[in-house]
């Protein structure tokens, strides 16, 4: 396949209420494969996927936040974050994940992956986009 | 144009089976290619020949089916997504040990691959669900 096309996976599900957060995830892994230009949004609920020391042992349900991690391994380094919903629901990048990726091209320095975007930069990068996948 | 679709949610609990269908069928009556349909989550569950819905209702499975074989539709159902909800095919319920499989004519099970390769190749992907 010759073409590369731009890809956003959007979350709007919070990790645990619903299995679309654990398999949206899973597409991200897998479609990371094709060597797309890929980044992901957090928006609304979605935004709890990324906050930082999930417990699920009482729940019995599997954590799988330690994936996000995996991401920049992936070259899955760019996810954006929607400013207004973490500050609608209390929430400032400091309850986030540290989550990082090695810039090949500038001695693999470690540079954050998540970046935090207001709703209307937000909106702009949707409109970049040529395949938008919602979970 | 080259469209694929999704489908997220299973059938009867959602909307979302219904409405991709009708767009399909739509789009094709209007003379556009349908590439492929893909079914992730519990949209999985349009893929069971298992479905007996009430005679006075639509059988959504057979529908799927029946569009699928007259205009000879890619109709593919996640494997992952499938194996946690018990969709199989006669490879898959052998490779897990099962006593049966249950897919419906028409579909197949196939990686998620299928997905990314059908956003790909597509002039649009259409997503349906909640």
């Not at chain 2, 079914?39 to 006075?56: A, I, L, S």
Request: charged content about 25%.
């Amino acid at each position: 396949m010759s073409q590369t096309r731009k890809f956003m996976y959007i979350n709007r599900h919070a990790p645990y209420g619903t299995v679309y957060a654990l398999e949206g995830l899973e597409v991200v892994l897998i479609g990371a494969a094709f060597e797309q230009d890929v980044c992901m949004a957090f928006i609304g609920d979605g935004v709890f996927q990324l906050k930082q020391g999930q417990d699920t042992t009482d729940s019995g349900m599997k954590n799988f936040s330690p994936a996000y991690r995996a991401l920049g391994d992936y070259e899955v380094n760019r996810l954006y974050v929607e400013r207004e919903s973490l500050e609608e629901r209390g929430l400032t990048e400091a309850d986030l994940m540290p989550l990082t990726w090695e810039d090949e091209e500038d001695d693999w320095a470690e540079k954050p992956s998540i970046q935090l975007v207001s709703r209307a930069q937000l909106s702009g990068l949707l409109e970049e986009q040529d395949v938008i996948f919602n979970f | 144009m080259k469209f694929s679709v999704m489908v997220n949610e299973g059938p009867y609990t959602h909307q979302a089976s219904d409405t991709a269908y009708h767009f399909i069928r739509a789009a094709l009556d209007a003379g556009h290619e349908i590439f492929r349909v893909f079914f992730y989550h519990d949209g999985v569950n349009n893929g069971t020949r298992m479905t007996t819905p009430p005679q006075d209702d639509r059988h959504i499975v057979n529908r799927w089916s029946e569009l699928g074989e007259a205009h000879d539709l890619d109709l593919v159902v996640c494997v992952a997504a499938a194996q946690r909800r018990g969709i199989a095919d006669a490879d898959e319920a052998k490779r897990n040990g099962k006593d049966g499989d249950n897919i419906a004519p028409g579909f197949r099970i196939s990686g998620l691959g299928q997905l990314i390769e059908a956003g790909i190749q597509s002039d649009r992907l259409l997503v349906f669900g909640d």
